[in-house]
């Protein structure tokens, strides 16, 4: 089975502008995660969707938003991108039950000038 | 709010003895899930080791091992063996499981970061 995927791998932008991330997970896997890794703050929820839907949120500005697709791929955006938005972003997906293992996508990192 | 406590952010093990990551947490929750991940330098996160809060019996996968002292909400990985491809951040997660709607989140801690000595 293919593992998680996210495009781009790498992004530079600049202060003021918008960019989109996109992950595509296990085949079979309803529930996408993700999450904001940087050196200070470390591992933050960002939000999860499951069958198309927001199923918790973590404690991000609304610059932040995503979607998921009937094929369970995620994207996630972030507006008027600030110097702070630096990071590893990382999304995971599971079946959606609980407990389940969640697995890890190689992530994408955002630079932002 | 549940966090995570990981009090070591850095340890050094020389190949093949034994080391032990700390990690604590806090909850008012009786019924959740721990975890074990391992991101090695530029790959991916990868699970070491699960524990489910309601089993006893601490979790052991191959090499590695947990003691999970639920009363103390302590959670610590035990690496037998340390191997040079240990070598790595190891982050400690929390998810509820008393979420009734249901959610993926994990809580993570800021990490520990093992170097192997050959």
């Known amino acids: 089975k293919a593992g998680v995927t996210q495009t781009p791998r790498y992004l530079i932008k600049t202060r003021g502008q918008q960019v989109t991330l996109s992950c595509s997970p296990i085949s079979g896997h309803r529930s996408v995660s993700w999450y904001q890794q940087t050196p200070g703050q470390g591992l933050q929820f960002l939000f999860e969707?499951?069958?198309?839907?927001?199923?918790n949120k973590g404690n991000f500005p609304g610059r932040f938003s995503g979607r998921q697709f009937s094929n369970s791929r995620s994207e996630m955006n972030v507006s008027t991108l600030e110097l702070g938005d630096s990071a590893l972003y990382l999304c995971?997906?599971?079946?959606?039950?609980?407990?389940?293992?969640?697995?890890f996508g190689p992530g994408t990192r955002l630079l932002v000038l | 709010a549940q966090t995570v406590t990981q009090s070591q952010p850095e340890m050094s093990v020389q190949e093949a003895e034994t080391v032990t990551l700390s990690c604590t947490y806090d909850t008012s929750e009786s019924d959740y899930y721990l975890f074990w991940y391992k991101q090695p330098p530029s790959r991916q996160m990868i699970l070491v080791i699960r524990q489910e809060a309601y089993k006893q019996q601490n979790a052991t996968e191959n090499r590695f091992s947990v003691n999970f002292q639920k009363a103390a909400k302590s959670f610590s990985l035990k690496i037998s063996d340390s191997q040079l491809g240990d070598a790595a951040m190891y982050f400690c997660a929390y998810r509820s499981a008393e979420n009734r709607g249901g959610s993926e989140k994990l809580v993570f801690g800021k990490g520990t970061k093992l170097t192997v000595n050959p």
């Open positions: 969707y499951f069958s198309e839907t927001q199923r």
């Open positions: 995971a997906s599971s079946l959606g039950h609980p407990g389940e293992t969640q697995y």
